[in-house]
């Protein structure tokens, strides 16, 4: 065993107590140890909710994996925490830190596509293997050494967008976006455009700031307009605020959003604002019926006591990916070992999605479901009234 990037099972203290684990590739012949991952975490600031959903759904991967010896008696994973609090600036120096430290194999990070693009160069250059957990831009992966196990959200929002066109019948639709975010800036002019292509016309577009907390202006502009629909495409803390100013200002036409809105923090901090809002997502603990979900599920609640959500399920994800591509490799591989190693996954076989191929570094749901909470805590299919 290479003493300088394996550390003893024994020093780490890993590998004690067991959950129910799913299957994964029969474990070959990496050599025994610890394999130290680097997560760059989310913790605080505007995102901490989403942050520590992933960080749990890592968590409880990275145990299923030990606990049931996936990769081999005597060999373990271990997450090696950084926050960033979603900042560019200390998402890099952790990054940075974690390249420079040879015990960490591989790194995950990043919520904010802003972030995960300022890693990127990061990642090539100092040639350590990052995982995406919870950015969306297009174009982030770049194999061998960046991936993500995001799916995009385009085709799901695009799916919604054209099945509210077709159902909902609106004549005008007004925007809100984030003008500090080009990844919302795409997914909102993708929406813009199947409106438009149904001879629906814009009220207006509306761009908020990442950080802007009162929304009593912006809502009252919106209103304004008379739409028939206001969609909103801005990040989690935005799209709260401003779908409970359009609401507290009485404003009772239809609203759709992202999923932005589905973690159940949300829903317990919004309330009845954002009950009936529909958005599209890939993976939903109440409506989600694949086997493989479900016992993920149920590791969650036993867990956490309480419900994963999508953001969990991305961070889950990871970890079996990376488990997956480590399976292909003996000895004690090198990074660019592992970084080819993930490039060579064409579909984490393990996973909670009813399939999960992987195109050119990036993960691809076919499958969606547009969904809304409901009145109790739940979501359901989303109908139009």
């Known amino acids: 065993m290479n003493h300088v990037t394996i550390r003893s099972l024994a020093a780490a203290g890993l590998l004690a107590g067991a959950i129910a684990a799913p299957t994964l590739a ?26 520590i959903s992933y960080w749990h759904g890592a968590e409880l991967a990275l145990e299923e ?18 926050e960033s609090g979603s900042d560019a600036a200390r998402a890099v120096q952790a990054l940075t830190q974690f390249a420079a430290d040879r015990d960490i194999k591989v790194a995950t990070c990043c919520i904010l596509s802003p972030v995960a693009g300022a890693l990127k160069p990061v990642a090539k250059s100092m040639g350590i ?84 907390t009162d929304f009593t202006g912006p809502a009252t502009q919106a209103m304004a307009t008379n739409p028939d629909l206001i969609m909103v495409w801005t990040t989690q803390t935005p799209a709260v605020g401003i779908v409970s100013a359009l609401r507290q200002r009485g404003y009772e036409g239809d ?22 809002v529909p958005f599209p997502i890939l993976f939903s603990p109440s409506l989600s019926k694949d086997p493989r979900a479900q016992a993920f599920i149920d590791a969650y609640n036993k867990k956490y006591g309480q419900q994963p959500d999508t953001y969990s399920a991305q961070g889950y994800t990871v970890m079996y990916y990376l488990a997956q591509a480590l399976g292909t490799l003996s000895g004690n591989p090198s990074r660019e070992e592992i970084a080819e190693a993930l490039a060579a996954v064409k579909e984490i076989k393990d996973n909670i999605y009813g399939g999960l191929p992987m195109i050119d570094g990036q993960a691809t749901v076919e499958n969606s479901l547009i969904v809304n909470w409901s009145g109790d805590g739940t979501l359901v299919p989303w109908e139009a009234k």
């Open 26 to 51: 029969a474990a070959q012949s990496l050599d025994k140890g610890v394999y130290e991952v680097g997560f760059i975490t989310e913790k605080t600031g505007p995102l901490a909710a989403a942050g």
């Open 65 to 82: 994996i030990n606990s049931a010896s996936l990769l081999g008696d005597g060999i373990a994973l271990e997450l090696v925490e950084k």
């Open 129 to 212: 293997p990052l995982i995406i957990y919870g950015a969306t831009r297009p174009g982030l992966p770049e194999l061998p050494y960046v991936s993500s196990v995001v799916a995009l959200p385009g085709p799901a929002e695009v799916k919604m967008t054209q099945t509210l066109a077709d159902t909902l019948k609106p004549k005008k639709v007004t925007y809100f976006v984030n003008a500090d975010n080009d990844a919302f800036q795409a997914r909102f002019k993708a929406a813009q455009k199947v409106m438009e292509d149904n001879g629906i016309e814009t009220g207006e577009v509306i761009s908020i700031l990442a950080n802007d």
């Open 255 to 276: 609203i759709s959003s992202s999923d932005v809105i589905s973690p159940v923090a949300v829903f317990e901090k919004a309330g009845q604002a954002i009950e009936g």
